[in-house]
């Protein structure tokens, strides 16, 4: 007589299970969790550092955390190899489960396998990425500000795919925020171009170059938001107005700041040097126009206009 098979189950610890769905997690998710798929999928990467930062109190909860959501497939992980030896930190991208979540709450579907690991292979092989985290860090910053003061809010953060799509390929910055500060006097909302610069891919005047797509968008209706230079030395930046200074005169405001090797500089503060000015400026005291009403780029599916 032949017995039936017998069960076996792989040993505790062992790495194989039974691959998780969305409807088998969605239980065990957090908004925390749901925000941070939802960063991954519209931000591409960010480090442990930086997740940390944006949305957890102590350094070993976001440790665990990201490896508990690792293990269900929400999200994925890489580290580069040092030319000096050893590797780099943890750098967090969307998982295959994540994408399944991200593309179902926009009504989409999903990318397929294939898709998703040329996603990750582009990042993480991007000769930019320190570029792209860096450019990251600036809107966590602000995140991170608004968690700890109860008066502001980050009320919008938009990639640069986002930011360039929502204004018909007609700019490409960094990124784009809507800033909110409660004050004495009042509310104030200031809208933002980021130009992160790192000092070595190009000279002062092919920054100042991109400045005339943003003078063309103003002028068709588009919003005057603060173009914001991010510079890596003050030298850099003196140069920057100096070449501003020999210019046309300009619609849209243009300001920078410089960072101090790698001291972190808070883009809330006053850092802010407006072109023409001889003085720095906080964020909220940036000249900031949300566009003419009723133009192209309000009624193209992106609100322009500050979020109620």
Known sequence: MTRPPVARHPPAGDSRRTPSTVLSVLARLTDRDLSIVDWLD??????????????????????HRLLTLHRLGLIDRFHRPRPAGGFSPWHWVIGPLGVQLAAAARGEKPPSAKTLRER????????????????NQFFIDLYRHARHHPRA?????????????????????????????????????????????????????????????????????????????????????????????AGPARTVPVASTARSGEDAVSPVGPVWLLAGQGYRRRLIELPSQHGRPGSLYRGNGHRLEPEP
Request: overall charge negative.
């Open 120 to 135: 990750h292979a582009r990042l993480a092989r991007n000769p930019a990425l320190e570029h792209h985290l860096a450019a």
């Open 153 to 245: 809010w980050l009320l919008r953060w938009w990639s640069a795919r986002q930011t360039a799509d929502a204004f018909h390929q007609r700019i490409h910055p960094d990124g784009h925020a809507l800033w909110r500060e409660s004050t004495p006097d009042g509310t104030v909302t200031v809208g933002l171009f980021l130009e992160y610069d790192t000092g070595t891919e190009r000279p002062i005047g092919r920054l100042v170059d991109k400045l005339h797509q943003y003078e063309e968008l103003a002028g068709d209706g588009g919003p005057a938001y603060p173009v914001l230079f991010v510079l890596p030395s003050a030298d850099r930046e003196h140069r920057l107005h100096a070449v501003l200074a």
């Open 42 to 63: 519209r931000h591409g990467v960010f480090t442990t550092d930086q997740l940390t930062a944006a949305f957890f109190g102590a350094a070993s909860t976001a440790s």
